[in-house]
């Protein structure tokens, strides 16, 4: 019978969104691949592979595992001290027969032969000139004994044989004689001992290491199962842990045990794991909210515009648009709300570019340089406000933004006047360059909309300062004006994507209530934060803080230019990273290989 399939599998349940019915399609919310469906229903049974599962659980087979190799241990151990103590045994008889063949003398008396026997375990037979064999001495361990010697039994080494009588088998070793009287030769003397005490001694042995042998794989057993199952408890707490989550219960969390052990890193792992899948299951709802919330937004965004082209579209179709000055009228209002929606999309399409762009593109970016085109840019946009820029000291730019008057108090308080600067005229002498590794165009358009936000939001007569300077591994940049700026309320919202301060004026301004947000984007995407704060005295402060990048170091008497770099690029350049934001990586391409126009380009350019 096959499997059924997952949609008729009755352990297996439809996804519930995890917003509730009646939301949009889920959306990934930058998760790479999507997580397992049983983590993303709370509703959901545990589901298992449809194959037949083992019969033995994992404490079964590890403790037959162990069985088996202590019983192999134990049995090669049975088999081999049986076989030692035999060879032993039968080695110490050899050497008793040796023994007392040895101590016969030539020529001898027979009939005192059976006194002279050093070894009471050892038997003698004499064995006659004409074949007759007699026991003249009985071994203690077998006194019926009567070997089956022969008439010419072995003398030059010990043989088996058997018994007369019996299946009794015994080791024996002969001598030749002669008679002490007549020095002539008067048979064998054969010296024996019964095997039959060795084989006890053999067999005893062997129930013995038998029983020892069961004994201890019964009590290996029954320690290994209950220790087993005691490591293992954690696992089990796994196992259940896993199909409650499969359920829906994300908050359940595991015991790892003895710290130190392969099953309490593997808790730790576990635990650590659902405390990552939360995280991004929580993330991808936030994430699916901020979504739904942008789609609203930007349909509502959208509404508005297209329901006032529409009206006017249907004015003019009802005929009642008869005079020239009223179509006029009307084809101005939706011009104006088609470039509205132009620049609703733009943004959009800007800020989707914002949050996907890689660093094909960087490259070092003198803020300086940024800063200061931005800040003259704005000053010939809007000259009904003051656009100053500062440097690290505080100091006025008289170069850059508006010009100012050289009789005000503020500019003789500031000193600019007075002021030593670099060939660049960006900064004082001797302070560090504010060196980043970004998107250059993405890095102007980052100040430009802050500067632009200004214009939208202050009245004519605003004072707007940027102020530039390194502290430790970061460049911070600091917008700020004078004017109404924001409540408390406000604060935490203005980098909220279509949020605005004051709705009405932002629309009549062209505002899309994305300028902080793409802001924001870009300014996270060159791994940097930005944050907004009231200005001492009124007013809205912005600062844009970025990793420093420091320029590479030259290593003394290293040639400028070689085969590798034909561009000048210098082979020696050492890339020095700031301490606290650690190195800046440029991708596949190599810090050097992207450094060598860009950062010509910007030491040979003045100003944009």
């Known amino acids: 019978m096959s499997a ?94 040796r023994t007392v063949i040895a101590s016969i003398q030539q020529p001898f008396n027979v009939r005192s032969l059976a006194y002279e026997a050093p070894s009471s375990d050892v038997g003698l037979t004499l064995v006659t000139t004409d074949g007759v064999a007699k026991v003249v001495r009985a071994s203690t361990a077998a006194g019926d004994a009567n070997p089956q010697v022969g008439s010419s039994p072995p003398t030059t ?88 989550i499969a359920a829906g219960d994300l908050g359940r969390r595991v015991y790892p045990g003895s710290a130190g052990t392969e099953v309490a890193r593997l808790g730790y792992a576990f635990n650590g794991m659902l405390d990552g899948i939360s995280q991004l ?80 593109k960087y490259e070092p970016v003198d803020l300086a340089e940024v800063l200061t085109g931005v800040v003259d840019d704005a000053a010939v946009i809007d000259p009904t406000r003051t656009w100053r820029m500062l440097d690290a000291g505080g100091r006025v730019n008289p170069q850059v933004g508006t010009p100012p008057d050289p009789e005000s108090e503020d500019y003789v308080r500031s000193g600019a006047g007075d002021r030593q600067t670099d060939p660049h005229g960006f900064a004082p002498v001797g302070s ?98 930005v944050t907004a704060s009231h200005t001492p005295g009124g007013g809205l402060t912005t600062t844009v803080t970025l990793p420093l990048w420091l320029e590479p170091l030259k290593t003394p008497g290293a040639p400028s230019k070689t085969a590798d770099h034909p561009d000048g690029a210098d082979a020696a350049d050492t890339p020095r990273t700031s301490e606290r934001s650690g190195p800046i990586s440029l991708g596949s391409g190599g810090l050097a290989q992207r450094l060598t126009g860009g950062q010509r380009r910007n030491r040979s350019q003045q100003r944009p």
Do not use: C
């Not at 993330?283 to 006017?312: C, I, K, W």
């Not at 104006?336 to 800007?350: P, S």
């Open 157 to 244: 080494g010990i043989a088996t044989v058997g018994d007369v009588h019996t299946r009794a088998k015994y080791r024996i070793l002969a001598v030749a004689i002669r008679d002490v009287e007549t020095n002539a030769r008067a048979g064998y003397v054969v010296a024996w001992a019964p095997l039959a005490p060795m084989s006890e001694a053999v067999g005893e042995l062997v129930v013995t290491a038998l029983l020892i042998t069961a004994a201890v794989l019964i009590l290996l057993g029954a320690v290994a199962s209950v220790v087993i199952r005691r490591e293992l408890k954690p696992l089990e707490a796994m196992a259940t842990a896993a199909d409650d």
């Open 281 to 360: 299951l929580d993330e991808r709802a936030r994430n699916e909210q901020r979504m739904r919330q942008f789609l609203a937004d930007a349909s509502h965004e959208l509404r508005t515009p297209v329901a006032a082209v529409r009206g006017y579209t249907d004015l003019y179709k009802a005929g009642m648009l008869p005079e020239d000055e009223a179509v006029g009228r009307a084809m101005q209002r939706m011009g104006f709300e088609a470039d509205r929606m132009g620049a609703l999309v733009g943004d959009l399409l800007t800020l989707i570019q914002a949050d996907n762009e890689g660093a094909e």
């Open 432 to 529: 560090p360059r504010p060196l980043v590794i970004g998107d250059r165009h993405r890095l102007h358009q980052v100040f430009a909309n802050l500067l632009a936000n200004i214009r939208t939001h202050t009245d004519p007569g605003t004072v707007a300062t940027v102020q530039v300077g390194v502290t430790g591994g970061e460049v911070t940049v600091v917008v700020s004006d004078n004017g109404p700026g924001v409540s408390d309320a406000d604060l935490p919202k203005l980098f909220d994507r279509f949020y605005r301060v004051d709705a009405s004026r932002s629309r009549i301004k062209g505002g899309t209530g994305l300028g902080l947000s793409i802001v924001s984007a870009i300014v996270r995407n060159h791994r940097g934060r």
């Open 4 to 97: 059924p399939r997952p949609d008729q599998d009755p352990r297996v349940q439809r996804r519930e969104p995890l917003a509730g019915p009646g939301s949009a399609a889920p959306i990934t919310g930058g998760l790479r691949t999507p997580l397992p469906t049983a983590l993303n229903r709370k509703d959901a049974a545990p589901s298992y592979p449809a194959f037949r599962p083992r019969r033995w659980t994992l404490r079964a087979r590890l403790t037959a595992l162990m069985l088996v190799i202590a019983a192999a241990a134990m049995g090669t151990v049975d088999i081999l001290l049986p076989i030692n103590l035999r060879s032993s045994l039968s080695d110490s008889m050899d050497t008793n027969l």
